[in-house]
């Protein structure tokens, strides 16, 4: 099959969206899409008709046509076969995202899905056999990828600054406790609850493969995973189905350590259940230069062994900001969405439809970090034995 590196399409002078999932994710991307030139919103499926219908007011208080609706089980599926249509955008529970994806492309829609784009390693397969043999695009909406750190640090990875890059780590550290009963059901949990491995990797995983050049010179080779009891999570799960109801699998604290191709070691860690602050970690070890996003930005370069002080540092990241954030930041900010991540992410995703360039982020990139999903689990219920990740280029 044909490979999908560097896919470049025909320009969409407009490119018509359709959203499927409108839950709490959803309605801000419908909302960040008024703001974008080259876009329009087209059609609208929830499962249910209410999201649909505030969705549609969304559209209507910012001046915009209103959408074709799509509700019921199979609302996604008349959603994808409209003809008029360029781009399905994914924000339902992760369970159906990679066979939604699947069916878009068949349907000769671009699909961008939310995190991660699959649970299983068959489904990253599907994703990439699909934008294979049907040559449409399928880009996961990884949006830590376009933080101003990540961006400022691969930029600076890129020209040398670090010197060669030994190790990284990167995770997604954050109390969810006020978040759990907030979700309209509880898909996460349910799937939680089941499964071992770190079940939201891409975060973390991300913006290091993207430093690391992963598929762009290096690959990720191997991995093995450990999890922590799942006493916070077990507690959680007896406090909302009675004691001892659900059984909860899923550790409090999972570590995943990868080995590229070239020797790099990448460290990745999910942590949802216990009282911590806010973290992605993002972690650089090069043989020049050390850095460091959270709690503070920092870095330590050369003979350093303490952090530069704060003004050099912040000299530092306006000196590399990434051409993209300089671009588009403060207009992000002004829209909004996780410190204008997500719009530059939007803005990104339609800038290179509509200028038929190549995506930021491709089909094997959601693979490889979707992967992860599986592939740790696999490695704790063996005992934290290494477990080979696929190479979804087939050697290319
Ligand atoms: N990148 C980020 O920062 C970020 C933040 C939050 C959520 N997310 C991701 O966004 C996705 C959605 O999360 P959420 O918090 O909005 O979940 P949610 O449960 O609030 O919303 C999901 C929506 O999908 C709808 N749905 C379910 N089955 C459907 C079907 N068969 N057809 C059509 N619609 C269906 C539900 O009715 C619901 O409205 C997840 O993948 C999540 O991981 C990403």
Known sequence: MDSVLRLARKPLENVRVGFIGLGMRGPAAVERFTYLEHATVVALCDLYPGPVADAQKILRDRGC????????????????????????YVAAPWQLHAAMGVYAMECGKNVALEVPAATTVE?????????ERTQMHCMMLENSCYDSFEMACLRM?????????????????HNLSAYWDKYRDDWSMRFSALHHGDVY??????????????????????LVSMDSAALAGQALADSRYGAGAVPFENGDITSTLIRTARGRSILL????????????????YGTRG????????????????????????????????????????????????????DFIMDYRLVECLHKG????????????????????????????VPVPVPDFTRGR
């Open 357 to 384: 360039l190549p995506l930021d982020m491709d089909v094997y990139d959601a693979a490889e970090w979707s992967s992860i999903v599986e592939l740790s689990e696999k490695s704790i219920l063996g005992g934290s």
């Open 201 to 222: 990797p891409t975060h973390g995983i991300g913006p290091l493969c993207q430093l690391l050049g992963i598929h762009r010179g290096d690959k990720l080779s191997y």
């Open 269 to 284: 860690q999910h942590s949802v259940m216990t009282p911590q602050p806010y973290s992605r970690l993002y972690r650089i």
């Open 290 to 341: 050390f850095a460091n996003k959270y709690p503070v930005p920092g870095f330590v370069f050369d003979e350093g062994k303490e952090y530069m002080p704060a003004q050099e540092a912040s000299a530092l990241l306006e000196k590399y900001k990434h051409p993209v954030r300089a671009a588009l930041e403060d207009r992000a900010r002004e829209i909004g969405g996780h410190d204008g991540i």
């Open 65 to 88: 046509k209103p959408a074709r609706e799509f509700t019921g089980p199979d609302g996604w599926k008349r959603l994808s076969e409209l003809p008029d249509l360029d781009l399905v």
């Open 123 to 131: 489904e990253c397969w599907a994703l990439v056999d699909t934008a």
């Open 157 to 173: 990875a890129q020209e040398g600054v670090f010197g060669d890059i030994v190790h990284v780590e990167g995770g997604y550290c």
